[in-house]
């Protein structure tokens, strides 16, 4: 079966520019995750889709990032200013079904804000 | 809150030695507990988990509940075993959310 998809693979803005990732997710895989991983440190959880609908979006910055899982398939995190300390991985995973703790990563977008 | 500790950001064992990675927790509840393993130009993925109490190339964890730890235990290190290795606590009170450890960078030396 096909992995999880991201695009761009790595992306460098200026502080205060916009910019949006995009995750596909394994096919048939109900829930969605999008990570934010700082060098050094372990992926942090961001916001978790189950079909369309938000499950836990308690650590998104919500003044600056946002995301959406149109349909239930496909999703967009998108952030905007971005500032010199969301230089980061952002990672998506998709699992089959809420509570399904064996998630499929994708390769993750490297973004760099100079 | 839920925290998970890898004491260890790197460990270097030489090929055929022993090797343990460490991992505590704190967490609400009765969490599930989870290793992933990140192997170099690839993608996050499970390596096991503890209910599973199976050895996964080689490699078991033990849960003491009474320690709150979870290690990585392999008798005889492999060069392809060199990896990122995160420890991730899930459930209990956060129900369906993962929880990372810093990770620990295994070198195993030939």
């Known amino acids: 079966e096909a992995g999880v998809a991201q695009s761009p693979r790595y992306k460098i803005i200026e502080k205060r520019q916009s910019v949006a990732f995009w995750c596909n997710p394994i096919s048939g895989h109900a829930t969605l995750y999008w990570y934010q991983q700082i060098l050094g440190q372990g992926p942090k959880l961001l916001i978790q889709?189950?079909?369309?609908?938000?499950?836990?979006d308690s650590q998104l910055p919500k003044d600056r990032f946002s995301a959406e899982r149109l349909k239930g398939v496909d999703s967009t995190l998108k952030i905007q200013p971005a500032k010199l300390e969301d230089s980061a991985v952002y990672l998506c995973?998709?699992?089959?079904?809420?509570?399904?703790?064996?998630?499929?990563f994708g390769p993750g977008t490297r973004l760099t804000v100079t | 809150a839920q925290r998970v500790t890898q004491p260890e950001k790197l460990l270097s064992v030489f090929k055929g030695a022993p090797v343990e990675l460490k991992c505590n927790y704190s967490?609400?509840?009765?969490?599930?507990l989870f290793w992933y393993v990140q192997y170099s130009r690839q993608r996050l993925q499970l390596l096991l988990r503890?209910?599973s109490r199976e050895s996964i190339k080689g490699f078991t964890a033990d849960l003491n509940k009474g320690e709150t730890s979870f290690h990585l235990k392999k008798p005889f290190a492999q060069e392809e075993d060199s990896a990122m290795y995160y420890c991730a606590p899930a459930g209990g009170t956060s129900y369906g959310k993962l929880t990372f450890g810093q990770g620990t960078i295994l070198t195993v030396h030939p």
């Open positions: 967490y609400s509840g009765s969490p599930e």
């Open positions: 503890h209910i």
């Open positions: 995973a998709s699992s089959l079904a809420y509570g399904s703790y064996e998630q499929y």
């Open positions: 889709f189950q079909n369309n609908g938000v499950v836990d």
